[in-house]
């Protein structure tokens, strides 16, 4: 089976080939017009989109060897995500599934940053029936309990902001530019994560809350820089290894607790935010630490892909999971 798999839900464009569970080609144009704008235009990503579609599909293919006639499907991502983003790959993906007369096959986002993890890759173990699932993105912050493929219940979520949004929001009140998450990655692992501490908000179960956070880092910044000018550049490394810190005791407060409440010891993360050096080091030691079994997608499955869109795609094609071309965007869409 050969998949085509389209992602535009946000502001990359992607297109992917998938040879059943294989990856033969993984290709994502990155739209830097929003970085001047300190976060993304709608308006301008959807242009972009436009533009990008077609050279990227083409150069998916090529890079994959696979003719378009070779294909068995198409595959897109439904949402959630910015709708004019959504439409300008969902029109792509039923154009193409109708001229090629292979079925189209809708795919949610949020779905597929979990089931990245079922991808053919050497040295990484795919997760059994039922394991827990960390979805931390630009968007969400999701624990969730994956029974099978497609049956997945959301255990914990958070209440107001995503866990990228406190990177890239600490970020820019330090002055970063968008997204800055992986450049507060970057400037932690040279600094001392306990330098400054922060409060853990109190959030009831499983449900997470990072917007008390942000402005508790904006209070602290300011309230440093009122006797020190230069508190941020003298310090950068400490302050963001100490955000880090925070965050990520956050994550793991809430994932010890699911693990306790479940019993299931098998975790798995997802979504752009497990890209995050210091995450990906703290779930590893918790195999020793707590006795779990974890699994860390490959980097570049981490932010979005075309790749995961594709996996998902060939799941649905073997459960002959197919839409007609009346299927619609979705900006908001449940797992
Ligand atoms: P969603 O998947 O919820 O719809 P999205 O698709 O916009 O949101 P992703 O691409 O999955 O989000 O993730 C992007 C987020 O990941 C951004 O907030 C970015 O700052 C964050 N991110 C990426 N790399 C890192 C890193 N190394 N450390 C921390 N955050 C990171
Ligand atoms: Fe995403």
Redesign the pocket.
């Given at each position: 089976v050969y998949i085509l798999a389209i992602e535009s839900?946000?502001d990359d464009t992607a297109a992917a080939i998938l040879h059943n569970s294989q990856v033969l080609s993984n290709v994502v144009a990155r739209q830097s017009v929003h970085e001047q704008y300190g976060g993304v235009v709608p308006e301008l990503a959807s242009r972009a989109h436009q533009q990008n579609i077609v050279p990227v599909v083409d150069v998916a293919l090529q890079k994959a060897g696979v003719e378009k006639q070779q294909l068995s499907a198409v595959a897109f991502t439904q949402g959630p995500?910015l709708m004019g983003s959504l439409l300008v790959g969902s029109s792509f993906a039923k154009s193409a599934a109708m001229a090629l007369g292979v079925p189209l096959i809708a795919v949610n986002?949020?779905q597929?940053?979990i089931l990245a993890h079922f991808i053919d890759e050497d040295g990484f173990d795919k997760p059994t029936f039922p394991f827990l699932a960390m979805t931390i993105?630009?968007?969400?912050t999701q624990i969730v309990r994956v029974d099978s493929y497609f049956s997945m219940e959301v255990i914990g979520e958070t209440t107001d902001d995503a866990v990228g949004e406190a990177f890239d929001k600490s970020a820019k009140i330090l002055g970063l530019p968008y997204p800055g998450g992986p450049l507060v990655d970057k400037y932690a692992q040279l600094g001392n994560p306990k330098a400054y501490a922060f409060t853990k908000p109190q959030v009831p179960g499983l449900n997470f809350s990072f917007s008390g956070l942000k402005t508790q880092i904006l209070y602290f910044v300011q309230r440093q820089l009122a006797t020190d000018p230069d508190f941020i550049q003298n310090n950068m490394n400490d302050i963001c290894a100490s955000i880090q810190y925070t965050i990520i005791n956050i994550l793991m407060d809430k994932l010890k607790m699911a693990v306790k409440e479940t019993g299931i010891t098998q975790v798995a993360i997802g979504?752009?935010v497990s890209a995050n050096s210091g995450i990906r080091n703290t779930l590893k030691e918790a195999e020793k630490k707590y006795g779990w079994k974890t699994y860390i997608p490959k980097f570049e499955y981490t932010?979005?892909n075309a790749a995961m869109i594709g996996i998902v795609g060939y799941h649905k094609f073997l459960e002959g999971q197919f839409n007609d071309s009346s299927v619609t965007s979705k900006a908001r869409i449940e797992l």
């Open positions: 839900s946000c995500g986002h949020m597929a940053h993105s630009g968007g969400h979504g752009g932010t979005d």
